[in-house]
């Protein structure tokens, strides 16, 4: 009898897929909510930008992220799918406590729970899909997963932006928070935890690795330095977009939070989601042939977006301003199946879930830490000279970001098929 793990069938990865999908859809309905509420919450807590700007960034990304790497050496050695569905209790609870929150401190409070319970999402998820699916496949997969983020964003902007309107941003909180609860306990009872090595035949053996040894281990691969930071640039414009375009279409263009949620909800959420998977199978399309298109792919998208931002931010009108964010959000998306995928391809079977949660540590520090706080900070070092209208520059000039993040996917295409190959190699002498 051969030793060689079996993969489950292709229902049951569909099913794991599916659910873990609808996991990281309330990971970004919860996570983002708060971006179609500030308007209110401004309003109603007599908040400044900056402040609005630390509780969708810092406050959210620095508990998040560092908590998300011993989370992560965690489910490297033990059940990873118990930790996800506990992770969603946490977060869930934490959202939907926001809605009593009478001052910043206390919603800042809040906020940090949230960024606690969710760092133990997606490290485990992508080191579980990585057995689910071959390494063919595994961008294709990663991708669908990703598809949480623009899936989570739509239904957090429609729900938040008209249950706001109609009942007040406390609701909210209440209304998307509260059936993760639920969910948790789905995933605890009916999803299967996969063998290590499952999708590849092969085996976890030795000790698991250190975080400090995963850390130097990846940063001694030159594509994952650049496929890194190239993320990192990429998310630090798209956290900032994501976070202030609700309140800069209500200063600007002086719309309503349930019209801006529906445009901008179905914006993020069918292109977005496009972007997703349509870069993840370019990715694997033009990646198989050559490898260094894993990385150009991202690089290619970002340039061709960086005219229709500038368009976005420009505009006379509301309508044409929504129109040019169509190309940008879809292009601005490509990156994420690949890069979550390759740094998988990069490190062995038990570094999987901290390989994975060293990136989101260094996407979400400089991502979804920074975005939003440099765009709020901007926004009121503007303020004296351009009044209503700064958020306006402030977001155009951040824009231009995404040129820094091309240029570092094209650096690591050029050096990924060598480290990939290289840890192949380590892999063949460890098990010989």
């Known amino acids: 009898m051969s030793d060689t793990p079996t993969l489950f069938s292709a229902a049951t990865r569909r099913y794991v897929l599916g659910t873990l999908v609808v996991v990281y859809t309330f990971n970004f309905i919860d996570r983002q909510i708060l971006s179609i509420l500030l308007e209110p919450i401004k309003l109603d807590l007599e908040l400044s930008d900056t402040q609005l700007g630390f509780l969708t960034g810092f406050a959210f990304a620095l508990f998040y992220a560092t908590l998300g790497i011993p989370l992560a050496r965690w489910a490297d050695a033990h059940n990873r799918r118990n930790l996800i569905a506990v992770s969603l209790g946490i977060w869930s609870g934490m959202t939907a406590l926001s809605g ?24 485990p998820a992508h080191a579980m899909l990585s057995d689910y699916y071959p390494p063919n496949q595994r961008a294709t997969a990663l991708g669908i997963y990703s598809l949480g983020i623009p899936v989570g964003i739509l239904f957090g902007f429609i729900a938040g932006g008209w249950i706001n309107e109609f009942f007040g941003w406390r609701v909210a909180f209440f209304v998307v928070g509260i059936p993760g609860l639920i969910l948790a306990l789905v995933v605890r009872f009916t999803v299967r935890e996969p063998i290590r090595g499952m999708s590849e035949g092969r085996s976890a053996t030795g000790d698991q690795p250190g975080i400090i040894e995963t850390f130097r281990f990846l940063w001694g691969k030159r594509s994952f330095r650049h496929l890194a930071f190239g993320g990192a640039l990429t998310a630090f414009v798209g956290y900032g977009v994501v976070s202030w375009l609700p309140s800069f279409m209500i200063r600007s ?23 997703i998977a ?21 690089a290619v998208g970002l340039i061709a977006g960086v005219p229709f931002s500038v368009g976005v931010y420009l505009s006379a009108g509301p309508y044409g301003a929504l129109a040019f964010l169509i190309l940008p959000v879809a292009l601005g998306n490509f990156y994420q199946a690949t890069t979550f995928s390759q740094t998988q391809g990069l490190v062995s079977l038990r570094m999987r879930s901290v390989a994975a949660a060293v990136l989101l540590f260094i996407l979400n520090i400089i991502g979804l830490g920074m975005g939003p706080q440099v765009v709020g900070l901007l926004s009121d070092a503007l303020a004296p000279s351009y009044g209503q209208e700064s958020l306006r520059y402030s977001l155009l000039i951040c824009g231009f970001v995404n040129i820094w993040a091309a240029l570092h996917f094209y650096l690591g295409g050029k050096y990924l098929a060598a480290d990939l190959q290289a840890t192949a190699d380590e892999a063949r002498v460890t098990t010989a």
């Open 278 to 298: 349509l870069g993840g199978y370019l990715a694997d399309r033009f990646g198989g042939r050559d490898p260094r298109w894993y990385l150009w792919i991202a």
């Open 100 to 123: 009593v929150a009478q001052n910043f401190w206390q919603l800042l409070g809040a906020r940090i729970g949230v960024g606690v319970g969710e760092a133990g999402c997606s490290p």
């Open 253 to 275: 263009h002086g719309m309503a939070t349930g019209e801006i949620g529906t445009y901008l909800g179905l914006i993020l959420g069918i292109p977005g989601g496009i972007g």
